[in-house]
């Protein structure tokens, strides 16, 4: 049994970042198992914002993961990112983790995939999880073509990509550091 299905975006823009996503869980590839799941959330006193996409437990693996080293490394965004890569290394449980964050805080923004990658966005804009690729067509268009904030681009991207893939849902949850 395998849940899945979220759509993550994050969006760089005028010294803000913000981060946006669903709320459907979805049970292999024919059922909602929840609408309004929360996968957006800020955490080391609320100066760091992540999001996650992937198999429930394995997110909320790597996230925990990280925010411990966050607190080992003294907030250093990238530092943790890495520590955390390089754990997969040596840990063959953290090397099969099913699900990919994306981690913001005032100076940064990353991609960590369960497979030990680090990635940095090019353009201030990412997504992840099944509707990724909506949201950030969705995301570069608005980016190039608009003058909206990075939460209104985040938050909007999401509405797109959720009347395109059916494992994004419109309960959308958004924070910006």
Known sequence: MELKGTTIIGVRKDGKTA????????????????GNAIKVRRIFDDKVVIGFAGTVADAFSLSGRF??????????????AVELAIGFRDDKYMRKLEAMMIVA???????ISGNGDVIEPEHGICAIGSGG???LSAGRALMENTDLSARDIAFKSIEIAANICIFTNHHITVEEV
Do not use: C, P, W
């Open 19 to 34: 981060i946006a996503g669903d709320g459907q869980i979805t049970l292999g590839e024919q059922v909602v198992m929840k």
């Open 133 to 135: 690729n909506y949201a």
């Open 67 to 80: 925010e411990e080293l966050l607190h080992k490394f003294s907030g250093n965004l990238m530092r943790s």
């Open 105 to 111: 805080d005032k100076e940064q923004m990353l991609i």
